[in-house]
């Protein structure tokens, strides 16, 4: 079984900084994307961040605004998230989401995801 486990969230002050990871465990052939999602109470779930196999990341148009960065150790298989410069709305469950392939007869990749970590950032 594919388990993808988030850590690193937690209550901090405006302008604080939070770094989240994500391990990525079990059976397992090989990662593409990864990706961080983000859900606020009473909001969609949105897309905070996605790096590629290779490490380029892109980032959620007028959303993070340069206060965060994606990264990711391969050797891990984990993913990062370092946030800085956070406000109050940035407060949510942050979700980590890996397309992998979970066997190498697969043809087809599967989007996994993480159980998420809360973020509560107070003013």
């Known amino acids: 079984q594919v388990q993808l486990v988030e850590s690193g969230g937690g209550l901090v002050q405006a302008g604080g900084s939070l770094r989240l990871s994500c391990v990525a465990s079990?059976?397992?052939?090989?990662?593409?994307?990864m990706a961080w999602y983000r859900q606020a109470p009473g909001k969609q779930r949105e897309l905070v961040a996605v790096?590629?196999?290779?490490?380029?990341?892109?980032y959620a148009e007028d959303l993070v605004k340069g206060r965060f960065t994606i990264s990711r150790d391969n050797a891990k298989n984990t993913v990062y998230l370092q946030m800085n410069s956070l406000k109050p709305e940035d407060t949510a469950v942050y979700y980590c989401?890996?397309?992998?392939?979970?066997?190498?007869?697969?043809?087809?990749?599967?989007?996994?995801w993480g159980q998420g970590t809360q973020v509560t950032v107070s003013s």
């Open positions: 790096i590629s196999s290779g490490g380029s990341p892109n």
């Open positions: 989401a890996a397309v992998l392939r979970v066997s190498s007869r697969d043809t087809t990749n599967t989007v996994f």
């Open positions: 079990g059976s397992i052939f090989s990662i593409n994307t």
